[in-house]
């Protein structure tokens, strides 16, 4: 299988997986009109031309598996498990009994490298909330830490955070390719409808600006 078919698959196994989110907890526990915090018009990228420049001394680096997302921000501290694709193509997702777990699509980009590496985790559960809950809370300039295997920590600065219908989801925008060390983090959001679940998806656009040994951090 060549890059650019794996990459169109990974993007189409994660566009299914991410949407699958029928918000069971709200239903019975949250009150009427309360749903998880979703970003603000200010937080998102100016245009799909205007993202920060990437610092030159700031050396990608090379692949090495992520084992911890760290986002001191919303207090998320979350050990990070591999995923694979299912038999219909789909992507796996976190066990949902687990809140305080992401997953990373083991044959994609490595956070840190070169290109756009996706995390993606559960925004709620049956007895309550999940590890990204409040992600839609984040702010330009908050940091995201993922502590990698090879005993590095990448950190990377948020530049923007989105919400997009089911419907108008940009796979382009936030799927592509990357000449730079990318981040996305997502879940779901978007409102909510007691039929339909969660309607869309939060997504967290960051970029590698720090590396330090996950010792030091």
């Not at 949250?30 to 920060?52: F, K, M, R, W, Y």
């Not at 990204?132 to 830490?145: D, P």
């Not at 390719?177 to 339909?196: F, M, N, P």
């Amino acid at each position: 299988m060549d890059r650019d078919h794996r990459r169109r698959e990974t993007i189409a196994a994660t566009v299914t997986a991410i949407g699958l989110c029928a918000g069971v907890w709200l239903i019975d526990h949250t009150p009427e009109g309360q749903a998880p915090p979703q970003p603000s018009p200010a937080e998102a990228a100016p245009s799909d031309l205007e993202e920060p420049t990437a610092d030159p001394s700031i050396s990608p680096l090379a692949p090495s598996h992520p084992l911890r997302v760290r986002i001191p921000a919303i207090s998320v501290d979350a050990p990070v498990m591999e995923l694979e694709l299912e038999q219909d193509g789909s992507l796996q997702t976190p066990p949902e009994d687990n809140a305080n777990l992401t997953g990373w699509y083991r044959h994609g980009t490595a956070p840190g490298a070169i290109g756009t590496a996706i995390v993606a985790g559960h925004v709620d559960h049956a007895t309550g909330p999940s590890v990204f809950y409040n992600l839609g809370a984040l702010r330009k300039g908050h940091t995201v830490q993922v502590d990698r295997q090879d005993g590095s920590t990448a950190v990377f600065t948020i530049h923007a955070i989105e919400v997009y219908s089911r419907k108008d989801f940009p796979n382009k925008r936030v799927y592509g390719r990357s000449d730079r060390a990318e981040l996305r983090l997502i879940t779901c959001g978007g409102g909510y409808s007691e039929s339909d679940g969660y309607l869309g998806n939060v997504v967290v656009y960051a970029h590698l600006t720090k590396v330090t040994s996950t010792s030091r951090l």
